[in-house]
Nanobody, 117 residues
Framework: QVQLVESGGGLVQPGGSLRLSCAAS????????MGWYRQAAGKQRELVAV???????NYADSVKGRFTISRDNAENTVYLQMNSLEPEDTAVYLC???????????WGQGTQVTVSS
C-alpha cells in the first residue's frame, strides 16, 4: 500500500523558516518525481517545487530563492526547506509522487503551514 506522510507544518511568523518532510512507503521511491504542491483556502492547488529521479529541480516563481526541495533516496523522503516565509505562503502543503512512464500518481494528506504574526 502506498503512503505519503507529510510532517513539519505549523505556525510561523513572517520571515521565519520551516522544513517539511514527506516519508514515502510502498513505492520504488528513486524512480519517482517528487513534488510539493499547496492549496490555500478558496484557491486552486498549485505546484511549489518538484525534484525528478535525477534530482533536477523546478520551482514556482513565487518561491524561487526562498524554498529548496531535496530528496534522500536511502530514507525514501523528500524535503522542502522554506525560508523567508510570507503570509501568502499560508496553505495546506501536499506531497506528490509521480512515475510518468507507468502513469502512477500518488498524494499525501497534506500538512498545514500558517504564516502569521
Amino acid at each position: 500500500q502506498v503512503q505519503l506522510v507529510e510532517s513539519g507544518g505549523g505556525l510561523v511568523q513572517p520571515g521565519g523558516s520551516l522544513r517539511l518532510s514527506c516519508a514515502a512507503s510502498g513505492i520504488n521511491f528513486s524512480r519517482y518525481a517528487m513534488g510539493w504542491y499547496r492549496q490555500a483556502a478558496g484557491k486552486q492547488r498549485e505546484l511549489v517545487a518538484v525534484i525528478d529521479s535525477g534530482s533536477s529541480t523546478n520551482y514556482a516563481d513565487s518561491v524561487k530563492g526562498r524554498f529548496t526541495i531535496s530528496r534522500d533516496n536511502a530514507e525514501n523522503t523528500v524535503y522542502l526547506q522554506m525560508n523567508s516565509l510570507e503570509p501568502e505562503d499560508t496553505a495546506v502543503y501536499l506531497c506528490n509522487a509521480k512515475w510518468y512512464i507507468i502513469g502512477n500518481d500518488f498524494w499525501g494528506q497534506g500538512t498545514q503551514v500558517t504564516v502569521s504574526s
